[in-house]
Each structure stands twice: as structure tokens, then as C-alpha cells.
């Protein structure tokens, strides 16, 4: 998400809006790191149930690792992995994180 596009009227509202952005991205950074260090550890140790439930589902397993979870979302990004690119970047993530947290079922 673009933080310029949400036009705020004054500085309060937008700098709570980029305060709550940077906690989202470095949570998503975390993510991505943990994957790449730890790919075959259950995402249920760092993704909510409902998250890993919901991704479980599309994918069709009943446990999925941190990696798999983490190509899942940035595949409502349109990331498809390749030889020349086997893990999604930042921007894809967070992209696919919108997307994913958009359309999550809400309890």
C-alpha cells in the first residue's frame, strides 16, 4: 500500500497511519526472514491459526510450513516461484499481506 495515496487532512492521522504501517511491515520482514532461515518450521509457530487455517485450506493440506505459507500470500500477489527467483521480495509480500488480510474471515 502506498502511505502517500491515503491523504490525510491532518499530521496526527497520518502519522498514526504510518505508525501502524511500519509495525505491519517489520512483522511481514520478520516473516520473510524467519522463512528463509527456518523454511520447514510450522506456521502455526508464527502465523495466527485462522491464517494458517485459511491457507491450509487453498492449498489443500491440513500442515503447511512457514515457507509454503509465506509463497501463498505473495501468490494473492500474482508471485508465481521460478529457478531465477524461487522467493518472493518485500513489496510482493506485502502486496499479497493485503490482499490476504482483505479477504480473511473476520470472527
Keep these: 500500500m ?6 490525510f487532512d491532518c499530521f496526527t492521522r497520518l502519522s498514526n497511519a504510518i505508525q501502524l504501517h511500519a509495525i505491519v511491515a517489520w512483522q511481514l520482514f520478520c516473516l520473510k526472514h524467519l522463512a528463509d532461515q527456518n523454511p520447514d518450521v510450522d506456521a502455526l ?8 487455517e485459511v491457507i ?8 503447511i510450513t512457514l515457507k509454503q505459507a509465506l509463497i501463498a500470500i505473495a501468490a494473492l500477489a500474482g508471485f508465481v516461484p521460478s529457478k ?5 521480495g518485500e513489496k510482493t509480500i506485502w502486496k ?8 480473511l474471515p473476520r470472527i
Design 2 to 7: 502506498q502511505i502517500e495515496r491515503l491523504q
Design 45 to 52: 509457530q508464527v502465523l495466527e491459526p485462522l491464517q494458517v
Design 56 to 63: 491450509s485450506v487453498q492449498k489443500g493440506v491440513k500442515q
Design 84 to 88: 531465477k527467483q524461487p522467493r518472493p
Design 96 to 103: 499479497g499481506w493485503c490482499i490476504f488480510e482483505k479477504n
